[in-house]
């Protein structure tokens, strides 16, 4: 999807905290499904808000996702720099 096409809760997020630039782009990202389904994101950004169970992985040129968080999804995030790294939102302010 495009920025424009975040949901509402997404976009406020991210004008409240500020939008990745192409600085920030420096994760992977991998999103494991209980079926055996695998999205593999490289070189993007990654939130996470456990409350509402959701995942939103922003890329630069492939679009913005929002994926569901559930018992089975695994999510393997790593910065190449600084091992797992992720913004939980629940750590932040509440959306």
Excluded at 27 to 43: A, S
Excluded at 59 to 76: F, I, K, M, R
Excluded at 78 to 86: F, K, M, Q, R, S
Aim: charged letters at 25%; hydrophobic letters at 35%.
């Amino acid at each position: 999807m495009r920025k424009s096409d975040m949901p509402k809760h997404w976009k406020l997020y991210f004008d409240a905290h500020g939008w990745p630039t192409a600085s920030d782009f420096t994760c992977r990202c991998e999103y494991r499904h209980g079926d055996g389904t695998l999205l593999l994101f490289v070189n993007c950004f990654v939130v996470c808000d456990f409350k509402r169970g959701e995942w939103a992985v922003l890329t630069e040129h492939c679009g913005y996702h929002v994926l569901p968080h559930s018992a089975d999804v695994g999510v393997w995030v790593v910065n190449g720099e600084y091992g797992t790294d992720y913004t939980d939102v629940a750590d932040k302010e509440k959306l």
